[in-house]
């Protein structure tokens, strides 16, 4: 099976026109139907022959029987299998598949011989899909019966999920030609030795004129396959099949009137495709064809309907299929806008999804980009030997200039800051300025880095005295070569915080230098 054809299955009795039976002997009366000359149509009930004309009607199940020597039955099928239903009493067959023997056999309780009522299938499975040709050849001495019950063929549809759709010979699709030459019966309407008894919706078109220009054509798409139904008779004839410009000859003789029978049948259809099917009554190899029976001997022909057989679209098809079926009759032809919904919603949570997870990204890189400790690397005003932090008091006025500097020069950043309001930052306590940095040290390192200033003296506002509980001890630096920040001038206090600065700024970034503070001129 090509990859882009599901298998799909047609049954087909013995009495459709599709089995080429050789030596042909159905329609010709003056032999009585006698098998030892060739094949002859009967039924599992038939138990006495009847005189030939268009009104017998069978009963049971229909067969094929020969007694004949090398009598056969072809088969022309486009597809990967086929399955033949037979019972061989006291003779022997040959089975061969495109000229060469097949032996494989099966039982008659397999499906596709289950309800024919042979006893023997023979098949070949598994063929390269394409044209094959299937042929039984009976094998007959001392007069042997041969039943043939007809069978099953494999083809192919693009697509899956097959579903049969029947029109009716009535349907307005049907262009029928000449005009007023075809006539149209059914069980209501028509009295006659033919009305419709047995047909699709007991409806037939027929016609008894016999050429190339007595046509019968429907046009259809969104199918992979098609079978066309008409009626067996006495005064059928030969008939010709044109689909997509392909022609194919039968023979629609019966000595039996039997109705909804396979006169055609086609897959791989192409579904996108515009398809038009025509039945001829006329084949080109026998133009001089006539019937047994009537008041002209021109062969009769009767269309009752066809099969098409809708599929669901498949993703890709090999030979240029296509991978949509046109809307049936009937059938609404707006597209469904699930699709694209359920398309939309999708895209747009994979978008938020993809939203978040950036955001999370840059919010978590952040985050382990911080200083892991929560401590800050500060001036700590505090001594090494205090065991509890004891902050300067935050007055709600500012501290006047440590006495042991007013005897020197003030610098213009304090000059004019008559009121708390208007001082600068410059005029606070030395330990309120800190130095921040990108890196944390652990608190040993903290400990050994900073540089700590604590004045030594009390303090005296302009306005309000500070009582000397609320400041901290003294602190005095160890080395003797420091001098006294109580009594240091604005320039070595400069001094001394560049230095202390400078010092644990180089121990948190080794590689960078302190810039040097200048005293305010």
Known sequence: MASSFAAYNISLNSSSPTFIYEPFQNGWYALDGDPDGGWRT???????????????????????????????????????????CLTSIGSSFTFVVDDSPVSTTGPATDPACAHSGGQIMAYADGLTYGNHTATVRVNAQDNPDFLFYGGLVTVG????????????????????????????????????????????????????????????SYTFDGSSA????????????????????????????????ESQQVLFFQGALDPTTEHTITLINYDQAAPNAQQPVGPDFYPCVAVDGLILTKTTPTLSSAGGAGNSTSPSPGSSGRSSSTGPIVGGVVGGVA???????????????????????????????????LTEVTPYPMLQTVYSPIQGVRGQSTPEAYEGASTPMAQTASTRSLPLVTARTGRRDGKADRDRHTAHLQPTG?????????????????????????????????QELVGILNQRLRNEYRAENEDLELPTYEPVA
Request: negative net charge; glycine residues 6%.
């Open 42 to 84: 009967s039924f599992s009930d038939i138990g006495t022959w009847p005189k030939p004309g268009v009104n017998n009607v069978g009963t049971g199940v229909p067969l094929r029987e020969t007694f004949h020597d090398g009598a056969n039955v072809t088969m022309h099928f486009e597809g990967t299998a086929v399955y033949l």
């Open 351 to 385: 978008a938020l999804c993809i939203a978040a997870f950036i955001l999370w990204l840059i919010f978590w890189r952040r985050r382990h980009t911080r200083p892991t400790s929560p401590e800050r690397t500060e001036i700590d005003p505090m001594l090494d030997s």
């Open 226 to 257: 098609v079978q066309l139904l008409g009626m067996l008779n006495l005064n059928m004839g030969p008939y010709t099949i044109q689909l997509d410009s392909r022609s194919y000859s039968y023979n629609g003789s019966d000595l039996w009137r």
């Open 458 to 490: 009390r303090a005296t506002a302009e306005t309000n005295s500070v009582p000397s509980s609320t400041l901290p001890p003294p602190s005095r630096d160890p080395s003797s070569d420091r001098p006294d920040i109580t009594t240091a001038s604005t």
């Open 157 to 216: 549809v693009n697509g899956t999920n097959p579903v049969e759709q029947r029109i009716d010979d009535s349907d307005p699709g049907w262009s029928y030609e000449p005009e007023g030459v075809w006539i149209f019966s059914n069980s209501l309407s028509n009295t006659s030795s033919n009305y419709a008894v047995g047909d699709y919706n007991t409806t037939r078109h027929w016609m008894c004129s016999y050429g190339p220009s007595y046509t019968a």
